[in-house]
């Protein structure tokens, strides 16, 4: 069974600063997709960014960027020039796509505090 | 808009009583899924279902029941024989020909025994 494991329980950093979330995951598997979800205080899941294995070019959406690693099974995410609206828990997770149930496998998730 | 609406935003459940709680989406997506979050835990998959009236336990089904018996609604029931319900529940949903793009989420369903 694949697993998700995210190291950092909490982190906090100051407005406008750089700060990288860590996420490695375990897998026998060579295609999948991975997630990172962000949950702000009203406790909506909001996709945040994705990654699909078979792509060697790393993720962008605006101020996030990921790291992703293939043979470390390494997935962090960066978010730069941070704001206040980034506090939340951030969730990393993986997919199998394969033919079925596509079942989302969730890390135990990062709390990230924006300080002013 | 399309989206996934749940259903209580608060639910407050006794000792030995079962409760529904309500998932409802408009986005023609196949496959719904049931989450309980605890702190610390993440998400935990407890049913899916890929098609009407079919579906499948996940990690922590004991204590819960599910039913699709139609395409927009996958309602779960918290019976009385899950010893500790009190969590945050979330209701997902995914397109069958869009699966790079994850799942949408509800705003969720947070359970309290009293």
């Known amino acids: 069974a694949q697993t998700v494991t995210q190291s950092q329980p909490e982190m906090s950093v100051q407005e406008a600063e750089t700060v990288t979330l860590s996420c490695t995951y375990d897998?026998?598997?060579?295609?999948?997709?991975l997630f990172w979800y962000k949950q702000p205080p009203s406790r909506q899941m909001i996709l945040v960014i994705r990654q699909e294995a078979y792509k060697q070019q790393n993720a962008t959406e605006n101020r996030f960027s990921v790291n992703f690693q293939k043979a470390a099974k390494s997935f962090s995410l960066k978010i730069s020039d941070s704001q206040l609206g980034d506090t939340a828990m951030y969730f990393c997770a993986f997919m199998k796509p394969r033919v079925g149930a596509q079942k989302l496998v969730f890390g135990q998730g990062t709390r990230l505090t924006i300080n002013p | 808009d399309g989206g996934i609406t749940q259903s209580p935003k608060y639910l407050f459940r006794k000792e030995g009583q079962n409760v529904t709680l309500s998932c409802e989406q408009n986005l023609n997506h196949d496959a719904m899924y049931w989450y309980r979050q605890d702190p610390g835990q993440g998400l935990r998959l407890i049913y899916y279902?890929?098609?009407?009236?079919?579906?499948q336990k996940g990690d922590i089904a004991e204590g819960y029941s599910v039913s699709r018996e139609k395409k927009e609604s996958f309602p779960l029931t918290v019976t009385s024989a899950q010893k500790n319900p009190t969590a945050f529940y979330l209701c997902?949903?995914?397109?069958?020909?869009?699966?790079?793009?994850?799942?949408?989420f509800g705003s969720g369903t947070r359970l309290t025994v009293v």
């Open positions: 997902a949903s995914r397109s069958s020909d869009r699966v790079a793009h994850g799942y949408t």
């Open positions: 279902s890929q098609i009407v009236n079919d579906f």
């Open positions: 897998t026998s598997e060579n295609n999948y997709y």
